[in-house]
């Protein structure tokens, strides 16, 4: 497989404010408002009247994960991807899976050169900042494991050397839920790999029509043009990383997690992992909403995202026909939610320790 590579030159920049820069790290929340405002609208051009499915693809790549798409065919899961890829800088590479894509067709072979009587490595695709898999449940369980040293440790393994990845580094997959045949279904250890799980879902009948009027001339995704740059995309979330979550916010985000253990609705819970990239989501939510601090909300707005296509329902929710975004909602109203100053856990009541910025 030979990646499709694009790059594009630094935008100018305003320099944030140097009370932003201190408050947030190496850049400004106004910055990164900026930035990400951007990238949303650059998206927008192509995924028509779906602001909540771009969001979470903002969410996903602030948090350094990785997102699958999931969905009913023709409805723009790899426009997403695409669309999300050519906005950010760096370099972008696609990989159609197929059931007889090999693992090295993906992370890479070692060739033996003739002329100096030694193996040289050849890069696969997922050497790119943004590595767009389409289609990933085509492929055998060996080549989609291939992908779970990448998505974990952001680093491949070859014939016992290893290379690491050029950070950002994001995988955008997406998979057919409804055409199985001649499909793999992916494995609990690769979904728990996913920060996030989107559905697009049908446009409205508006957002259809202004789809039909914008598209049916040419392809929005040409005349899409990267609008920040991988440099940019670290320096965002090097922000994200250092916004403050009180005490009581990651005892909540734990007992979100720990509850998907204990009901019966569930035969296998949310991993420790899946608590970690539930806090790393919540922090970009905060950040996308100009907070430099975690309130309660926005480890709800993210929890059904973040936790729901790591769950296994157990066969009697499965025969009540319960889906999992359904079991989170229902914890999302049983475990107690911490208390800030005064009754609400909005933004400017929630209590900030600005002496004690917890990591």
Known sequence: MTPSTESAAPPNERA????????????????????TGRIAANMERVIVGKPEVVRVAMITLLAEGHLLVEDVPGVGKTSLAKALAKSVGGTVS???????????DITGVSIYNRQNSSFEFRAGPVFANVVVGDEIN??????????????????????????????PFMVIATQNPVEMEGTYALPEAQRDRFTCRVSIGYPDPAAELAMVDEHSGHDP???????????????????????HMSSEVRRYAVDLVAATRRTPD????ASPRATLHLVRAARAQAALAGREYVIPDDLQSVAVTVLAHR?????????????????????????????GTGSTQRSGQWPVEPAHRAR
Do not use: N
């Not at 696609?94 to 090295?104: G, K």
């Not at 492929?139 to 690491?164: F, H, I, N, W």
């Not at 991988?230 to 250092?242: G, S």
């Open 16 to 35: 944030a404010p140097a009370e932003d820069r201190h408050r947030s790290g190496t850049l400004g929340l106004s910055e990164l408002h900026a930035i």
């Open 94 to 104: 696609r990989v159609q899976f197929t059931p007889d894509l090999l693992p090295s």
């Open 138 to 167: 085509r492929a055998s369980p060996k080549t989609q494991s291939a992908l779970l040293e990448c998505m974990e440790e952001r680093q491949v393994t070859v014939d016992g050397q290893t290379y690491a990845l050029t950070a």
């Open 221 to 243: 995704l040409a005349d899409l043009r990267a609008v920040c740059t991988a440099a940019q995309v670290r320096e965002m979330t090097h922000a994200v990383r250092a916004l």
């Open 266 to 269: 569930v035969r296998l819970g």
């Open 311 to 339: 769950l296994v329902l157990a066969p009697e929710a499965q025969a009540a026909r319960r889906s999992p975004a359904e079991v989170v909602h229902g914890l999302l109203q049983r475990v107690p939610v911490p208390q």
